[in-house]
Structure formats: structure tokens, C-alpha cells
């Protein structure tokens, strides 16, 4: 007589959600703050949750005006062409890890971010504008060590968890202008930073502001 091998404890099974944003005024560095909701389906106790999240930016996932379009040529090319160039982007990876729980568990993902203009992220919110919003996608996994009837176990975060975002670009101006206090950075190649210092000595400029205001004027006069 052959026995049937005893099935396995179903494990915990997730939901997430992104209820809001913000940011955190405090940190040394823009960071953003992504308030979200584990809810656990199966009535399962989890004793820890060690959570990976790899966040990207879905342009495909809304429409624009014609001034965003304007402000986006370059970094898509022209709108003929954005059904081929509006790929997704990866923003970041970031981590947490919970406490034990039942039912659901609220947890903040930290997701450092830059105000490089170089970066096509930064570029992307910049074009948006603050009347708009950027669709984002959460793709999720982990480690979940969660309680069975033979004692602690581990699983695994399935790698088809994911939630869905829109984050009002305005979060991220505010967040910009809070570490920034409304300048922009500019990275230029050694010898071109070389040349435009030696104009503004031999000019006396004091700032770099009155310096690319000098040129633009020079420019100006020129055309």
C-alpha cells in the first residue's frame, strides 16, 4: 500500500498598494517617499518580510499636451515616433524589510533620486511639468519567513507582484526645490569648464549665474 506524500501548508500569498507620496525634508539628499500597503490574503502570521522593489516609469501609461511634448523631443524624439521610443525606466531598487504581521502592513519605500539633468529620469519629470503626473510601476520580491503548522518557514515574493502608481510631479518639484532651493546642476566636459573659467576671470565675474548671463547677452548682441 503506497501513502500519499502530505501536502504542503499553502503560504502566505500579497496584494500592494501605493496609497500616496511625499518626501522626506530631512534627508541629506532628494528622496522620495512611497507609502504602501501589504495586505496578506491568506490569514497567514508572517514573522518577516525582507522586500525588494524595483520601481520604473511607464511613459506609455498616459497622454500629453502639446507643450509637454514640446519639452520631451529630446529625450524621445519627435511625438511621431512615441510609439516605439516611450520605453519604461528604471528610477530605482530599493529595499525594506517588516516587522511581523497579520492582515496588512503599512511600509515606506525610501527611493533616492537626483536632480542631474543628464539623467533621463530627472529630464522626464522635468518635461512633465507640475500639472501632470508620472505612471510608475512597483515590480516586487523577496524572502518571507511566515509561521506553519510545522514551525517557521520560508518562501519566496512570487516575481509577478507589482502595484501601479501616479506620482504628481509636483511631489517631485517640491522635494527639488527643498535640497536645491530652485538651481540646476550642469556637468560640462573639463576643457569647456577650463575656457568658461578663464572667461569669467578675465572678466571679473563673481558668480557663475552673472557669467552665463554675460554670455547670453554677448550672444544676443551678436545675432
Known amino acids: 500500500m503506497t501513502l500519499p ?9 500579497f496584494g500592494f498598494a501605493v ?4 518626501h522626506d525634508p530631512q534627508a541629506a539628499g532628494p528622496t522620495l517617499r512611497l507609502h504602501t500597503t501589504i495586505t496578506e490574503t491568506t ?3 508572517v514573522h518577516a518580510l525582507a522586500l525588494r522593489a524595483q520601481i520604473r516609469l511607464e511613459p506609455a501609461s498616459r497622454r500629453y499636451s502639446p507643450d509637454q511634448q514640446e519639452r520631451l ?5 519627435d511625438p511621431s515616433r512615441w510609439g516605439r521610443t516611450l520605453n ?9 524589510v517588516t516587522p511581523s504581521f497579520s492582515g496588512e502592513q503599512q511600509v515606506v519605500f525610501e527611493v533616492p533620486l537626483t536632480f ?10 522635468r518635461g512633465v511639468g507640475d500639472d501632470g503626473d508620472a505612471p510608475m510601476r512597483l515590480l516586487f520580491s523577496g524572502t518571507v ?6 514551525g517557521v518557514q520560508i518562501g519566496l515574493v512570487p516575481w509577478h507582484s507589482e502595484a501601479t502608481f501616479r506620482l504628481p510631479v509636483a ?6 526645490d527643498a535640497h536645491q532651493h530652485g538651481m540646476a546642476w550642469l556637468r560640462l566636459p573639463e576643457h569647456t569648464l577650463a575656457e568658461l573659467s578663464a572667461w569669467r576671470a578675465a572678466r571679473a565675474l563673481p558668480t557663475w549665474e552673472q557669467t552665463f548671463t554675460a554670455l547670453l547677452a554677448a550672444a544676443g548682441d551678436e545675432s
Do not use: I, N
Open 5 to 13: 506524500f502530505p501536502r504542503a501548508a499553502p503560504g502566505p500569498a
Open 171 to 176: 511631489v517631485w518639484t517640491d522635494m527639488m
Open 43 to 45: 490569514g497567514t502570521r
Open 88 to 96: 519604461p525606466m528604471q528610477l530605482a531598487t530599493v529595499s525594506t
Open 116 to 125: 542631474d539633468t543628464d539623467v533621463a529620469t530627472t529630464r522626464y519629470f
Open 145 to 150: 519567513f511566515y509561521e506553519a503548522p510545522s
Open 19 to 22: 496609497t500616496h507620496a511625499d
Open 73 to 77: 523631443v529630446e529625450l524621445f524624439g
